[in-house]
């Protein structure tokens, strides 16, 4: 899958994982705002260590938590009551960090298989006996 050197690491996507689940307090109850700052700050710290990486075809955060970090991160940018918690440069790095984890998801997205019908399931091909 390419050079594994500049690829995200299975251990820093588990970590992207973990902090989209501490956004959620463990559960998909919806964001729990006591811990917003905290997360925030490990996204951006996440994020900058991710940033010159490309995506792993063969991890998602998603195969750990049940939500992507793009949903985390836009469900943050767009609640007020989230935004109160943090400064302007806080919320500047969010957006950026949207861009690169939006672009994630959809990379994860094309990684799936299509679930159409195989050529294993066509039997127009088999001779009649």
Do not use: C
């Amino acid at each position: 899958m390419g050079n594994s050197e500049t690829q995200m690491s299975e251990e820093i996507i588990e970590e992207w994982a973990e902090v989209t689940s501490r956004a959620y307090n463990d559960a998909l109850t919806g964001l729990e705002l006591s811990r917003v700052p905290a997360v925030v700050e490990a996204f951006i710290d996440l994020y900058e260590q991710s940033k010159d990486l490309t995506f792993n075809a063969d991890y998602s955060p998603a195969d750990y938590f049940e939500e992507h970090p793009a949903r985390a991160i836009a469900s943050i940018l767009d609640s007020s009551d989230a935004l109160e918690l943090l400064d302007d440069d806080h919320e500047e790095a969010l957006e950026d960090i949207l861009e690169f984890t939006e672009a994630w998801a959809q990379f994860d997205g094309n990684q799936q298989p299509d679930l159409g019908v195989s050529e294993a399931d066509d039997d127009d091909d088999e001779p009649v006996w």
